[in-house]
Nanobody
Framework: QVQLVESGGGLVQAGGSLRLSCAAS????????MGWFRQAPGKVREFVAA????????DYADSVKGRFTISRDNARNTAYLQMNSLKPEDTAVYYC???????????????WGQGTQVTVSS
């Protein structure tokens, strides 16, 4: 059974930084793509970033390009999302997810974490 556990969320002022982590267990981490999504109250879950199994390919939502960086450490079975220059509109629950290959669609990802809250104050 695959388990994904996010951590690192919290309350930060606008302009600040946070690093989210996603610890994975249950199958060979390095064989699967990882993605980060977020969901704000009353809104649909949206794509944030994705990374291929080896880390050589990444993709970002336009709203976070240049501010967020996705990475992974296959030796530690962990994916990361470094978030800089945070804005109040980044406030959401952030989820990590695992897929056969990287992509932006929620339906591509078959395993999800429980989410971690990120709140950015103005």
């Amino acid at each position: 059974q695959v388990q994904l556990v996010e951590s690192g969320g919290g309350l930060v002022q606008a302009g600040g930084s946070l690093r989210l982590s996603c610890a994975a267990s249950g199958r060979t981490f390095g064989s699967y793509a990882m993605g980060w999504f977020r969901q704000a109250p009353g809104k649909v879950r949206e794509f944030v970033a994705a990374i291929s199994w080896g880390g050589g390919s990444t993709d970002y939502a336009d709203s976070v390009k240049g501010r967020f960086t996705i990475s992974r450490d296959n030796a530690r079975n962990t994916a990361y999302l470094q978030m800089n220059s945070l804005k109040p509109e980044d406030t959401a629950v952030y989820y990590c997810a695992q897929a056969q290959g990287p992509g932006v669609a929620v339906r591509l990802y078959n395993y999800w974490g429980q989410g971690t809250q990120v709140t950015v104050s103005s």
